[in-house]
């Protein structure tokens, strides 16, 4: 792995596949969960980026999933406190995805001048030929640029 921190936007497919359970218990050792390793790498090694208009997409979707609202507030006071809020200026991406609730991602990497946008969503990997920067991402991909070697 470089040394280099990088700049990084996760979709909401990326916190909630972490989960937040771990948050009140151990994390297995090795972690199999893909996500959960790529959010603590990037939230321990790396610049994680939010707009508020990404918390609170985590928020309803989390809690529309039936995480209990007590560990939501705590996984969310987690990022906030681990993560750098991006002030949004720009209005639309220069190529936005078929799914118009998913230009705040692009938008967020935009403009919180990201090395990545990781999502598993098709509507943003689609568009991967269309951005040298961000490189979007699927977590497979990201992962082993931002984590390795110690996954």
Request: hydrophobic share 40%; with cysteine.
């Amino acid at each position: 792995m470089s040394a280099a921190i990088r700049r990084v936007v996760l979709d909401t497919n990326q916190i909630f596949g972490a989960g937040s359970r771990w948050l009140r218990a151990s994390i297995p050792t090795p972690d199999p969960n893909p996500h959960r390793r790529l959010l603590l790498c990037v939230a321990q090694r790396h610049t994680g980026l939010y707009c508020d208009l990404i918390i609170r997409e985590y928020i309803e979707k989390l809690l529309d999933h039936r995480h209990p609202p007590a560990r939501v507030r705590d996984l969310i006071a987690y990022l906030v406190g681990s993560f750098e809020s991006v002030d949004i200026t720009s209005s639309a991406a220069p190529v936005p995805p078929a799914d118009p609730d998913d230009e705040v991602f692009l938008i967020c990497a935009i403009d919180g001048d990201a090395d990545y946008l990781v999502s598993e969503d098709h509507d943003l990997l689609s568009l991967k030929s269309s951005y040298q920067r961000p490189e979007i991402g699927q977590s497979s991909e990201i992962i082993n640029a931002l984590c390795l070697p110690d996954l």
